[in-house]
Nanobody
Framework: RLQESGPGLVKPSQTLSLTCTVS??????????WSWFRQPPGKGLEWMGA???????DYSPSLKSRTSIFRDTSKNQFSLHLTSVTPEDTAVYYC???????????????WGQGTQVTVSS
């Protein structure tokens, strides 16, 4: 089970911070890929990046300069930081897991319920 948490409202130019708490499986389990996706209003799902079971990271080229994903293995959590946000970053943000190590949403087996983040002053 995956559960997102974090502020629902972020001001422009600030950093968006979300955490995904994982239960039922250790995030260090071999070959798992732990990702963040988002879905802006009226648009499709966008893969943002991932952290692997060994702690390496992979980011979408379009967001790489603003995105960091890291983990806390003691809490079985992984987190997203997105810097310098604008209203275009308003979206429902999801965490998800896959054993196939891809950026394709269809390859993901487990999803959080999603959390709405609005960027507005």
């Amino acid at each position: 089970r995956l559960q997102e948490s974090g502020p629902g409202l972020v001001k422009p130019s600030q950093t968006l911070s979300l955490t995904c708490t994982v239960s039922g499986v250790d995030i260090r389990t071999d070959f798992y890929y732990w990702s963040w996706f988002r879905q802006p209003p009226g648009k499709g799902l966008e893969w943002m990046g991932a952290i692997t079971s060994v702690g390496s990271t992979d980011y979408s080229p379009s967001l790489k300069s603003r995105t960091s994903i890291f983990r806390d293995t003691s809490k079985n959590q992984f987190s997203l930081h997105l810097t310098s946000v604008t209203p275009e970053d308003t979206a429902v943000y999801y965490c998800a897991s896959s054993s196939r190590g891809t950026s394709l949403s269809d390859d993901y087996d487990y999803w959080g319920q999603g959390t709405q983040v609005t960027v507005s002053s």
